[in-house]
């Protein structure tokens, strides 16, 4: 690897880890939020109504969400190194 390589590679270890966690969390947060109460209502009237799967749209949610924040922590990481690459303004001379 040369030296170039391997702070980009951290950096989009570190971005894409992040933007998934943060993509995952916010998946569960809105199916919790927003999805799991009218279930939950459905639940009471309808007792065979199956509580697996408020988890499994739950995880279905968080994981496509998770994908989402992945792609965006990539992007955000390629366009940090670019922009160290190239400054603002040319040196002086």
Avoid: K
Avoid at 60 to 66: K, L, P, Q, R, S
């Amino acid at each position: 690897m040369t030296r170039r390589a391997l702070p980009l590679i951290r950096r989009l270890e570190t971005c894409g880890t992040i933007g998934l966690v943060c993509g995952a969390l916010l998946g569960a947060l809105f199916v919790l939020i927003g999805w799991f109460p009218s279930a939950l209502a459905m639940h009471a009237d309808n007792p065979t109504f199956l509580l697996q799967s408020l988890l499994a749209w739950c995880a279905g949610w968080a994981v496509v969400c998770g994908a989402v924040g992945l792609v965006v922590g990539v992007i955000v990481s390629v366009l940090v190194d670019v922009g160290d690459r190239f400054p603002d303004h040319p040196p002086r001379q």
